[in-house]
């Protein structure tokens, strides 16, 4: 089989060109650009087996970046792995916000509540490298791979297993966010993300819980003038402002993505004297 007729196949299955052409350069250990300018090349028998093999997979819904093992994110590149969500570009506006609301001070100390892969925790410390960053995860095995990816990007971070703030006893920050589970346990569209851990997907029931502990517990956490931000899903915009408002925070306000969908909502800690 030529490499051109093995992207056929894929296409022919349903695959997007691009994704097939980065299955394909992951079996082959070779660009996109590599792949392009010797599609007449014909694939060994070793090859052609391990090609079969990742296709089903990928044609079976399990996503590219579990079976690449690599994905990425705010300009970096993870590990992945079914401990951990794939990062998704939406997320990328929790950073941007994020940035935006960072304390001035020397080292500010901000934290990541459920970070997965490390990706939003390590695209703050990349882009504010003077900022003391915690991740956390009740996850032992997602901060495995986050820890990795920290490890092999050279930032560094703190890490906390525990369920959201209990990770951090005692400990307080200039800036909490959070990209937590927050899909209702009925939703129908949980059957197409069956491939990644449940866990960091709903909290089940309506969608809120871990969007309610969160808010919950964060005022024992912030220091004055600190902001707590949110992603959520694209209709939970009002109620997440109803419970920092009800919670005692000001300013809550919700985010569109690039899409135009209300994707992040956050408020400032500023407690009654």
Same mark, same amino acid.
């Not at 901060?143 to 990816?149: E, I």
């Given at each position: 089989?030529? %490499?051109?007729?093995?992207?056929?196949? /894929?296409?022919? &299955?349903? =695959?997007? *060109?691009?994704? !097939?052409?980065?299955? $394909?350069?992951?079996?082959?250990?070779?660009?996109?650009?590599?792949?392009?300018?010797?599609?007449?090349?014909? %694939?060994?028998?070793?090859?052609?087996? /391990?090609?079969? &093999?990742? =296709?089903? *997979?990928?044609? !079976?819904?399990?996503? $590219?970046?579990?079976?690449?093992?690599?994905?990425?994110?705010?300009?970096?590149?993870?590990?992945?792995?079914?401990?951990?969500?794939?990062?998704?570009?939406?997320?990328?506006?929790?950073?941007d916000w994020a940035?935006?609301?960072?304390?001035?001070?020397?080292?500010?100390?901000?934290?990541?509540?459920?970070?997965?892969?490390?990706?939003?925790?390590?695209?703050?410390?990349?882009?504010?490298?003077?900022?003391?960053?915690?991740?956390?995860?009740?996850?032992?095995?997602?901060?495995?791979?986050?820890?990795?990816?920290?490890?092999?990007?050279?930032?560094?971070?703190?890490?906390?297993?525990?369920?959201?703030?209990?990770?951090?006893?005692?400990?307080?920050?200039?800036?909490?966010?959070?990209?937590?589970?927050?899909?209702?346990?009925?939703?129908?569209?949980?059957?197409?993300?069956?491939?990644?851990?449940?866990?960091?997907?709903?909290?089940?029931?309506?969608?809120?819980?871990?969007?309610?502990?969160?808010?919950?517990?964060?005022?024992?956490?912030?220091?004055?003038?600190?902001w707590l931000l949110?992603?959520?899903?694209?209709?939970?915009?009002?109620?997440?402002?109803?419970?920092?408002?009800?919670?005692?925070?000001?300013?809550?306000?919700?985010?569109?993505?690039?899409?135009?969908?209300?994707?992040?909502?956050?408020?400032?800690?500023?407690?009654?004297?």
């Amino acid at each position: 089989m030529q %490499l051109r007729d093995a992207l056929r196949q /894929a296409e022919a &299955g349903g =695959l997007p *060109r691009l994704d !097939a052409q980065l299955l $394909l350069g992951h079996v082959l250990r070779q660009t996109r650009t590599w792949l392009v300018a010797h599609d007449d090349d014909t %694939l060994t028998p070793l090859q052609a087996h /391990a090609w079969q &093999g990742v =296709l089903a *997979r990928r044609l !079976a819904g399990e996503p $590219l970046a579990y079976i690449v093992g690599k994905h990425g994110f705010y300009g970096l590149v993870l590990d992945v792995s079914p401990a951990v969500l794939v990062p998704r570009p939406e997320t990328e506006l929790l950073v941007d916000w994020a940035l935006e609301c960072l304390p001035t001070s020397p080292s500010p100390a901000a934290i990541d509540l459920g970070t997965g892969s490390g990706a939003v925790a390590l695209a703050l410390k990349h882009s504010a490298p003077g900022a003391e960053v915690t991740a956390t995860d009740a996850s032992a095995a997602a901060l495995t791979v986050a820890q990795r990816n920290a490890d092999r990007l050279g930032l560094a971070l703190k890490f906390a297993l525990g369920s959201w703030w209990q990770a951090v006893p005692g400990r307080n920050f200039g800036l909490a966010l959070s990209n937590p589970p927050y899909i209702a346990g009925a939703d129908p569209h949980l059957a197409a993300l069956q491939h990644e851990p449940r866990m960091a997907l709903t909290p089940e029931g309506d969608g809120l819980d871990a969007l309610r502990d969160i808010v919950h517990a964060a005022p024992l956490h912030l220091l004055p003038g600190a902001w707590l931000l949110l992603e959520h899903g694209y209709d939970q915009g009002p109620a997440v402002r109803t419970l920092l408002s009800q919670r005692g925070f000001s300013l809550a306000q919700t985010r569109p993505d690039l899409a135009g969908i209300p994707r992040c909502t956050g408020a400032v800690w500023r407690p009654a004297n």
